[in-house]
């Protein structure tokens, strides 16, 4: 399978005003992601994940390394990514269709197509008839809908998440998850999506990327096959011998990243 990102030799250090040494988040990541697939990433807190996708999204460069999308070096933002964060980020004076169309404006898209492919997205996940909403109308996982819409609406191969579902209840984001998943199916695109869970890691990843502790580097990447996503994946056997093998990866990088946090505390 075609690669569609490359990193290779990533790295980001941070300068920290009163520190003795800089802080460095990320060493040494090489990780290549296939074009089309959904790629999960797990790691203790502080392993620097999101700092991996901010990277990736152009918003910060790397210190050291390269990372690449379709063969053309990362120098900064692009309309080839979108980016869902764990935080909504709507705009509160705009409906749901004047959200997603905001992205549109900027590409100058004329008024007509913006509408269209508002209703569009908007059905595509799941919020047909909720167009003239505002924010503040709508409930926590239908505003992560749209923001998920905002993102699907100018087209980008890519598409960045960094816990887009954490904030919701259980039940929300199952349901968030499965509709998610039927976009990507959909669509096609290019997903790298940041999570805590475990068991959300499985769920949605073709693949699981591992990070250790701080400074983050791939521990393991993992390959997660069914023979269906048909059905509930989560009461296979293989979902659980999964969540195991994960857990174990997991174990030791946290139990470090928690005697660091003691230790910088203390």
């Given amino acids: 399978m075609t690669t569609k990102i490359g990193l290779r030799g990533v790295g980001k ?8 040494r ?3 988040a990320l060493d040494r990541i090489d990780l290549d992601i296939r074009d089309g697939e959904f790629l999960t990433l797990v790691g203790p807190s502080g392993c620097g994940k999101s700092t991996l996708l901010d990277l990736i999204a152009g918003l910060t460069p790397p210190s050291s390394g390269q990372i690449a999308i379709d063969g053309v070096p990362v120098t900064g933002p692009g309309l080839d990514r979108g980016i869902v964060f764990q935080q909504y980020a709507l705009f509160p004076w705009r409906t749901a269709a004047g959200n997603v169309e905001f992205g549109l404006e900027a590409k100058a898209v004329p008024k007509r197509e913006r509408a269209e492919r508002a209703r569009h997205f908007l059905d ?4 047909a008839g909720f167009e003239e909403r505002y924010p503040h109308e709508l409930s926590g996982g239908m505003r992560q809908r749209v923001a998920i819409a905002r993102s699907l609406a100018f ?11 954490a904030a919701l209840d259980a039940q929300t984001r199952e349901s968030l998850q499965e509709e998610l998943l039927r976009i990507w199916e959909k669509t096609g695109k290019t ?3 940041i999570t805590h869970g ?3 890691a499985v769920y949605l990843g073709q693949r699981v ?3 250790t502790s701080r400074p983050g580097r791939i ?3 993992v390959e997660v096959a069914f023979d269906s996503r048909a059905g509930d994946l989560r009461a296979e056997a293989r979902f659980g011998e999964y969540r195991h093998h994960l857990w174990n990866l997991l174990r030791d990088e946290v139990a470090a990243a928690q005697r660091e946090e003691a230790t910088s505390v203390a």
């Fill in 13 to 20: 250090v941070f300068r920290v005003r009163g520190a003795d």
């Fill in 22 to 24: 800089p802080f460095t």
């Fill in 124 to 127: 595509l996940v799941g919020l």
């Fill in 155 to 165: 087209d980008p191969d890519v598409l960045l998440m960094d816990e887009p579902f």
């Fill in 191 to 193: 997903v790298v999506f």
């Fill in 198 to 200: 475990i068991d959300e």
């Fill in 209 to 211: 990327a591992v990070m």
């Fill in 219 to 221: 521990k393991e990447v």
